[in-house]
Nanobody
Framework: VQLVESGGGLVQAGGSLRLSCAAS????????MGWYRQAPGKQRELVAA????????NYRDSVKGRFTISRDNAKNTMYLQMNSLKPEDSAVYYC????????????WGQGTQVTVSS
């Protein structure tokens, strides 16, 4: 599975961005996808996740009500709509895909930078 993110950039606080993650390859093996982020000097953290089957979602508390994760299975693409952005949202955002085949495996994209200015 290959993952390619796009949509990052520089935005002022209160603004919006939409990230996209296009998956290719053995996409039929993906059980769930998610967005992680990592700021300088901090650990990578889960932002939001969505199952590819039923579409169940979960969010970290700090982004609830501001971010929305969605997916278009026909296009093998996942999105993260980010509204009301805050400077603390600044980080490199990574697309993740999880497959339970062969005991479980995580796939990662290359990351896209999101910078929110105050």
């Amino acid at each position: 599975v290959q993952l390619v993110e796009s949509g990052g950039g520089l935005v002022q606080a209160g603004g919006s961005l939409r990230l996209s993650c296009a998956a290719s390859g053995r996409t039929f093996s993906i059980d769930a996808m998610g967005w992680y982020r990592q700021a300088p000097g901090k650990q990578r953290e889960l932002v939001a996740a969505i199952t590819t089957g039923g579409g169940s979602t979960n969010y970290r508390d700090s982004v609830k009500g501001r971010f929305t994760i969605s997916r278009d299975n026909a296009k093998n693409t996942m999105y993260l709509q980010m509204n009301s952005l805050k400077p603390e949202d600044s980080a490199v955002y990574y697309c993740n895909a999880y497959s339970s085949v062969l005991g479980g495996y995580d796939y990662w994209g290359q990351g896209t930078q999101v910078t929110v200015s105050s």
